[in-house]
């Protein structure tokens, strides 16, 4: 089946997010949303989530899943906003607990942060399916980039978060904690095992030298012939090389620090103080 993609380009963060229509029906998920924040002044902003709120109300959709690829370091979720405004349930892969547990000793948070995953509606795991209206996902893990990575195999349409980016930018950043090189590798083996002509949607979007335009959708022949990082089967040992080289030389994303407390928690923000007022933690020299 080939279901109905719209994409939700947000230029600040370079994602994208998507939204995933039944074509048979009204159902659909919604894929990887954000929450504007202005790191300066600790403000958030909606703009970004309300244009996929209106885009479903406009269609008369149901949104059936609210997902996410993995906890994102550039970007807050806006999926308990989402499911607020259009219901659905918040899935993300079972790993989570394993992030949790990392970034709650980072962030030195107490025993009232819960580290099972309970944040989340579903916890997938490799080979779990899930439906939207008619449409069938079936759930990939692949970490890499992170433990708790997982793609989104949706009829024709793969959605690889942070795994793969389009042809030429390449692959995602391994040196997050629990981020392996060899790990990535492996999992983009399996992806790109689907059928070449598989729909792949990728999670962000940098533009490429040469590249004017933004651009998020390809397939899995295009990659496997055209990836600068890992196509024309690029031996695992010269990726490795070049990957770990690579994210050597790379500054921490500029929303890590909120983006990791706010999305460990399903994208809310930790308990507010007595006063009900909502602070985010800055660890030093902990990251
Ligand atoms: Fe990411």
């Known amino acids: 089946m080939t279901p109905f993609v719209k994409a939700f380009f947000d230029e600040a963060t370079f994602t994208v997010s998507y939204l995933v229509r039944d074509p048979k029906g009204s159902a659909c998920a919604i894929i990887d949303s954000v929450l504007d924040f202005d790191h300066a002044s600790g403000r958030t902003d909606t703009t970004s989530a309300d244009k996929i709120i209106q885009f479903v109300k406009d269609n008369d959709l149901a949104v059936d899943w609210i997902l996410e690829s993995h906890v994102h370091a550039d ?41 099972d995953g309970s944040q989340f509606d579903a916890l997938f795991e490799q080979g779990d399916s899930f439906h939207i209206g008619q449409l069938r996902g079936d759930v990939m893990h692949t970490p890499g980039h992170t433990p708790a990575c997982m793609t989104y195999v949706i009829g024709d349409a793969a959605f690889v978060g942070d795994t793969l980016f389009m042809p030429d930018f390449g692959t995602a950043r391994c040196d997050f904690p629990g981020g392996s090189s060899e790990m990535l590798f492996q999992s983009i083996q399996s992806i790109l095992a689907l059928p070449d002509e598989t729909r792949i949607f990728v999670g962000h979007d940098y533009k490429a030298p040469g590249r004017d335009e933004f651009a998020w959708e390809t397939t899995v022949g ?57 602070f985010l933690k800055i660890p030093i020299n902990k990251i």
């Open 75 to 115: 970007h807050l979720s806006a999926a308990p906003y989402l499911q607020e405004a259009l219901g659905g349930k918040i899935g993300i892969g079972s790993n989570i607990t394993m992030v949790q547990d990392t970034f709650g000793k980072v962030f030195n948070e107490g025993t009232e942060f819960q580290r």
């Open 222 to 278: 295009e990659q496997k012939a055209l990836n600068v990082h890992i196509g024309k089967g690029r031996p695992i040992e010269d990726f490795v090389e070049m990957r770990d080289a690579r994210d050597a030389t790379l500054a921490m994303p500029r929303l890590i620090l909120p983006s990791l407390q706010v999305n460990m928690r399903a994208g809310q923000m930790p308990e507010p103080d007595a006063d009900g007022d909502v």
